[in-house]
């Protein structure tokens, strides 16, 4: 059976779902940024970022029958795919997703595999994940060699604290309002509001701190030293992702402290120097942006290898990630993020993708049906084609 077709286009799946105000929005606590050192973009990242929806990819079977891979920035990933993969792939076996992935990395190297090209491999390899599965009948994981847990224990990240205690997770994540521009100021309301909720959690409850670019290694070594009584887990992407030195530095100056980052790496290479040299602890890939499943796997068995851990990115968000986690050793813990859901709403109204599994009491099992077990086709699609 052979890829016939290969299309991408824009959706907007948070219209599929209830619509809510996140906590950052309902606390008014935006994190802090990249961007934060101009003051004209400070505070939002929306101001500074760009405005493409999400992407939607379809692979097509010579039978008929598709798989569905879904990204963000479909700016720069829909030509990509479209004028791009979609003629390199056309005709190759659809079970050959080995070839099918060093073929999109190879083809893109001459503009950059990493960054945007990423998103647009992640799209297109999720999409012949899932259709791999449909067409043998299996779910993912059972593909990769899962399941290798009984459940994936999920952590939610966000400010309703007392509501994920509620739902019953069993760790929790800050993101970090405070940075370098904020001086000795933002370490101490760091302090007050890691403080905060270590009191309100207790100590069997386990609390990272995600500070996503924004800090540099002088503020982040300041910041772990300041935070050492309140026993985090894991300090988060604190630097810029190519700061590898920066990321040595704080490694040889923090060194009891937990560190986790790589949502903003793409491909298995750079996981693979940090697993050389020791960065940081725990690697966290984002399948939909790092190169796929393909990618995603290559990382696990890397973090594996050297005895780290993996905490994949929003993985508990979709399908994708949670097929991922369920198969693999290194993968730890499960991340729900954007769409964990305001005090009061279940979970379960907060699915997109119809055919996600919910996490209940703090842990999540994915669905069993085959491919990522996503119950849509072309018309629900069109639904919500932007
Ligand atoms: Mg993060």
New binding site residues.
């Given amino acids: 059976m052979n890829i016939r077709d290969i299309r991408a286009f824009t959706v907007d799946l948070s219209r599929a779902r209830k619509a809510v105000k996140s906590s950052l929005q309902r606390k008014g606590r935006q994190p802090a940024g990249p961007m934060d050192r101009y003051p004209d973009y400070r505070g939002s990242r929306s101001a500074a970022g760009p405005s493409w929806p999400s992407a939607a990819c379809i692979v097509e079977a010579d039978d008929g029958s598709f798989g569905l891979g879904i990204t963000q920035q479909s700016g720069p990933v829909l030509p990509i795919i479209n004028d791009h993969f979609r003629s390199l792939l056309a005709g190759q076996p659809v079970m050959a997703t080995e070839k099918c992935y060093d073929l999109m990395v190879r083809a893109s190297a001459a503009y950059g595999s990493q960054g945007a090209a990423g998103f647009a491999i992640s799209a297109v390899d999720l999409a012949l994940w899932d259709l791999k599965g449909k067409l043998l009948g299996r779910p993912v994981y059972e593909l990769l060699g899962g399941p290798q847990k009984k459940h994936i224990d999920c952590y939610a990240t966000g400010f309703d604290i007392e509501w994920y205690l509620e739902l019953g997770f069993k760790a929790v994540k800050l993101p970090m309002p405070y940075g370098p521009d904020d001086g000795i100021d933002g370490l101490n309301r760091a302090d007050e509001m890691v403080a905060e909720t270590r009191a309100t959690i207790g100590d069997d409850i386990e609390l990272m701190l995600?500070c996503?670019m924004a800090l540099d290694v002088e503020y982040a070594v300041r910041l772990g030293e300041t935070l050492r009584p309140y026993r985090l887990k894991w300090l988060?992407?604190y630097l810029m992702p190519h700061d590898l030195g920066g990321f040595a530095a704080v490694r040889r100056r923090l060194p009891a402290q937990g560190l986790a980052t790589g949502?903003h790496w793409y491909l298995a290479e750079p996981f693979l120097y940090a697993a050389e040299h020791r960065l940081v602890d725990i690697f966290q890939p984002d399948i939909k942006w790092c190169g796929g499943m393909s990618a995603a796997v290559r990382i696990c068995h890397i973090a594996e290898a050297a005895g780290l851990t993996a905490a994949p990115?929003g993985a508990m968000n979709d399908p994708y990630g949670q097929h991922l986690v369920f198969a693999m050793p290194a993968a730890r813990w499960g991340e729900r993020s954007s769409g964990v859901s305001p005090p009061g709403v279940p979970l379960a109204e907060m699915v997109e993708l119809p055919g996600t599994a919910v996490i209940e009491d703090g842990c999540l099992t994915p669905s069993d049906a085959p491919g990522f077990g996503i119950e849509v086709d072309q018309a629900w699609l069109d639904r919500f084609a932007v």
Avoid: G, I, K, T
């Fill in positions: 995600d996503w988060e992407d949502e990115h």
